[in-house]
């Protein structure tokens, strides 16, 4: 029974604000590489940004650098992805990943919807 539980996906305005959870089952996330993907309508998968573990500043693409911040709370072996100045373009179902030495595993996924 091993799974990634996304929640906090929904409707924003253009320079709102938004925090996902992605909680562990069955897993430490301290163990595993954490990560943030996304995947808008008629596009491919993208990396959003990951971290190596809790005290890491983290590694963002390009278009959510100084925007997004991933951070994990080990207590409640939960990981976070902060979006502030959220922009349209941002709008997409966007998934958590753990990645560890025998394989990945992959959130549900959840829709963040940003428009006026």
């Known amino acids: 029974q091993v799974q990634l539980v996304q929640s906090g996906g929904g409707l924003v305005q253009p320079g709102g604000s938004l925090k996902l959870s992605c909680a562990g089952a069955?897993?430490?996330?301290?163990?595993?590489?954490m990560g943030w993907y996304r995947q808008a309508p008629g596009n491919e998968r993208e990396f959003v940004g990951g971290?190596?573990?809790?005290?890491?500043?983290?590694l963002y693409s390009d278009s959510v650098r100084g925007r997004f911040t991933i951070s994990m709370d080990n207590a409640k072996n939960t990981v976070y992805l902060q979006m502030t100045n959220l922009k349209p373009e941002d709008t997409a179902v966007y998934f958590c990943?753990?990645?560890?030495?025998?394989?990945?595993?992959w959130g549900q996924g959840t829709q963040v919807t940003v428009s006026s």
């Open positions: 069955g897993l430490l996330l301290r163990d595993y590489r």
């Open positions: 990943t753990a990645a560890g030495s025998r394989g990945d595993y």
């Open positions: 971290i190596r573990h809790s005290s890491d500043s983290g």
